[in-house]
């Protein structure tokens, strides 16, 4: 007898950055399986094993999958004989910067966050910001498909020395609230009380429920996505041996003036740039010479050009600079795209540093040199004025 | 799964576990004296759950971190010729960076329990499954095994244990898995109590071979070249005896653990009435025996057949299970370069195996799933069509992107 009816399959990725967020990413998909076994479900999850170790700020996944019918081996025969998914029912998104793409290894290209999200789906990302400033950010899909904020910053929470913000649970509810055929917000519940003996992350899930936000994504919301899909190699495509060729030596003085590696660019490992005021800059160099991706580009006034599309967002620039208020780190997502600052400076200076301390807002966010105590902010009420002639 | 009323005193908890969880929480259970340990994925995951364990006061063993593969394979040794229960492990070429030490282990019989966690021989950096690392041990004196599933991880570990040790045996024991499919794969798993695993495991006991001030002996020295036949042949015996005790040590674990191992050695999945059967070792046989089953509900005569110890390897059972079946395909996940036919590795044991059963089937091999490539349900019904057509060549790569 054919099997005609598709078994009932409910897949969901957990989208997170590596190291930061790996124990928290692996908290939230192993209690989602708990909690749906509470609820007679198949379930089992497994983290992209490409991924590993999980180095620094790299997007990484891992992944869940739920039945309602399946025994686990044919749902692990179903769901999981690939290491990476193509489709997904729920798509949770841990840092909300990672809506710019996804850029794990060298040749996968930069992939848009809701890549795999099927029709009806939903993106589930921890965010402040409105559902509009994310979309604009993600590709445009052939089909509606709904989005949902949870409101909160991106956790650090699984790492031991920060303070349970309650990150894990909070997310576990806003999933019984967006994929109630998982788990309901009762079993979730009931569950995140019994495992952590504490009222208050249960409370904490139960409010998450209530806090989250949904809303549709129409068909073709969003942006067509810039970066080229990845075309992979047949096997006659190599030279035989293994070997890649390398980047040839190449300089010139100038934006985008070094070669760099085409294939791999890492920039989507960052949350945050450094945006440059070249106006106070001293040309001491430091930048250049610290930054461990070598993303400065020298000038021939003797001014550094930041290349973003190889940023990875360490900060390490902006700690190097000894010129207050030159080089500070600022959110990602208040940035629309990679484009040279230095061009942009030399094209109208005034305009540049009134749209760079626009972009830097008031705040000045500085992580504390002892683990566990979080970030201080201090504020800025007035901003550095332009200063003129620098540059010769 | 449920645990029924009756295993309740035999098991502790159930556990959302990967593979590599799964074989710590059994190298803790067996209570080992020494962990000697070198990172290397996936195999790393086993040293992070082991260091917990002893940093939670749950383990009181040496965790000893050596300077690479080989020196920790040679620790290992070392502790299991004190008498010492060891344990040791890695993957893809951090194991073949231990292979002098992996030979020796074997000739010096010192029942010291490995997992490999299998890896593709690195080039260029993947460290997806390939069980070319485990398979170069297979000749060497290494009972060698393969674990499909977390479960079937930890209850495997705890067997290990129990057959390398049996004085009948004495033989180092690799349980091998998958790299990422098993390794990085959570799912419930039963975890046994310390009582019942004490219950099932002697404690390790070297008998008059033990390094020890009080029984001075001297392991492996250059004596005589002359006796290494005679050697040899003792190993070869103890080989051979290894079936039996696997034969019972399988029984025991049935009938403590409640578990359903029918046969020790392969797993059947419909072969009994089938004209058309796949082969295969580790997490390709989720996807095997799922697909087998579909399969037979559309009516087609196929099965599936798991080799679950490669060494010592199970002739007659395959013998029996497949004398009788007209097609045989063998799922590969490794490969051997310029191999008669040009096939894989387990093709040849499996063929040699069947050559002196009277009806032996046609027998073909697809090279499948190398370096982690996914082996998913359309490519293992496609290699079930391809096995029952006689037209289909002798060895075939599948999922390999043209």
């Known amino acids: ?392 | 799964m449920v645990v029924k009323q009756e295993e309740k005193s035999v098991f502790d908890r159930e556990e959302l576990m990967t593979g590599t969880d799964a074989v710590a929480e059994a190298v803790k259970l067996v209570d080992v004296d020494v962990f000697a340990a070198y990172p290397i994925r996936p195999y790393t995951g086993v040293m992070d759950r082991l260091a917990r364990f002893i940093a939670n006061g749950d383990l009181d063993a040496e965790y000893i971190v050596a300077d690479g593969e080989h020196s920790q394979f040679e620790i290992g040794k070392h502790a299991s010729s004190v008498g010492a229960r060891a344990f040791v492990g890695s993957s893809g070429v951090g194991w073949l960076y231990a292979m002098e030490s992996i030979g020796v282990t074997a000739t010096d019989r010192l029942p010291l329990v490995a997992l490999v966690g299998n890896r593709a021989l690195d080039d260029p950096g993947a460290f997806g499954v390939e069980h070319n690392d485990a398979l170069l041990v297979r000749d060497l004196g290494w009972l060698l095994c393969w674990a499909s599933t977390a479960q079937e991880a930890l209850d495997t570990t705890l067997i290990a244990y129990r057959v390398a040790e049996d004085p009948k045996v004495r033989m180092p024991a690799a349980v091998a898995m998958d790299g990422g499919y098993l390794t990085h794969s959570q799912h419930m798993v039963r975890v046994p109590t310390k009582e019942a695993v004490r219950d099932f495991l002697p404690t390790y006991d070297l008998g008059n071979r033990r390094m020890h001030p009080d029984n001075p002996v001297s392991i492996a020295p250059q004596v005589n070249e002359d006796w290494v036949m005679e050697l040899r042949r003792q190993n070869y015996e103890a080989a051979k005896r290894s079936r039996k005790v696997i034969t019972s040590a399988y029984e025991e674990y049935n009938s403590i653990f409640h578990s359903d191992y029918e046969d020790p050695f392969i797993e059947e999945t419909n072969v009994e009435d089938a004209d058309t059967v796949l082969v295969g070792m580790g997490s390709a046989a989720v996807v095997a025996r799922s697909v087998a089953n579909e399969m037979r509900r559309e009516g087609k005569k196929v099965g599936f057949l798991k080799i679950r110890w490669y060494r010592p390897y199970p002739t007659d059972e395959i013998r029996k299970a497949l004398s009788n079946v007209s097609n045989v395909g063998i799922i590969e996940r490794n490969f051997a370069m310029g191999a008669p036919d040009d096939g894989a590795i387990t093709m040849h044991d499996l063929q040699s195996a069947l050559y002196d059963s009277k009806n032996h089937p046609r027998v073909v091999d697809f090279i499948a799933g190398l370096g982690g490539r996914e082996i998913s349900k359309k490519e293992v019904r496609k290699m079930f069509e391809m096995t029952a057509d006689k037209k289909s060549p002798k060895v075939s790569w599948i999922g390999l992107r043209e």
């Not at chain 1, 791999?264 to 440059?276: E, Y």
């Not at chain 1, 610290?290 to 006034?301: L, M, R």
């Not at chain 1, 807002?361 to 901003?383: D, F, H, N």
């Open chain 1, 1 to 392: 007898m054919m099997q005609t009816q598709k078994p009932h399959l409910i897949r969901l990725e957990v989208n997170y950055r590596g190291i930061f967020q790996k124990t928290l990413a692996y908290h939230i998909s192993g209690d989602v399986v708990y909690a749906a076994h509470k609820e007679g479900k198949t379930a089992f999850s497994n983290g992209r094993y490409s991924d590993d170790p999980q180095r620094n700020g790299i997007p990484c996944a891992n992944f869940a999958y739920f039945s309602k019918d399946l025994t686990e081996e044919d749902l692990e025969a179903e769901a999981s004989a690939s290491m990476d998914i193509t489709e997904a029912e729920v798509v949770v998104v841990l840092d909300d910067t990672m809506v710019k793409g996804l850029e794990p290894w060298g040749g996968y290209g930069i992939r848009p966050i809701n890549e795999k999200v099927v029709k009806d789906g939903v993106v589930l990302i921890v965010s402040n910001r409105k559902p509009a400033d994310l979309i604009a950010q993600m590709e445009k899909k052939k089909f509606p498909y709904r989005i949902a904020i949870l409101p909160g910053e991106a956790s650090f929470a699984g790492l031991w020395y920060f303070k349970d913000d309650m990150t894990d649970v909070r997310v576990l509810g806003a999933i019984a609230k967006v994929a109630p055929e998982i788990a309901s917000i009762d079993t979730v519940a009931n569950y995140v009380a019994s495992k952590y003996k504490s009222k208050e992350k249960a409370a904490a899930a139960r409010k998450a429920y209530e806090e989250v936000k949904v809303s549709t994504v129409n068909a073709g919301e969003g942006i067509d996505w810039p970066y080229p899909k990845p075309i992979l190699p047949g096997w006659k495509d190599f030279d035989e041996g293994v070997y890649v060729k390398g980047v040839k030596r190449g300089f010139q003085m100038g934006p985008r003036g070094q070669n760099r590696n085409p294939d791999f660019k890492r920039g989507t490992s960052k949350t945050q740039r450094p945006v440059v005021r070249f106006d106070l800059c001293t040309k001491c160099t430091l930048c250049w010479y610290d930054c461990p991706d070598e993303v400065f580009d020298p000038t021939t006034d003797g001014l550094y050009d930041v290349n973003y599309e190889y940023c990875t967002g360490c900060g390490r620039c902006a700690e190097v600079c000894p010129v207050e208020d030159c080089i500070v780190m600022v959110d990602e997502l208040k940035f629309e795209n990679q484009d040279s600052p230095y061009v942009l400076y030399k094209k109208d200076p005034e305009n540049y540093v009134k749209w760079a301390e626009d972009k830097k807002g008031k705040e000045r966010l500085m992580p504390s040199p002892v683990t566990g105590k979080g970030s201080t902010v201090s504020k800025v009420e007035t901003p550095k004025p332009f200063k003129k002639g620098v540059v010769k």
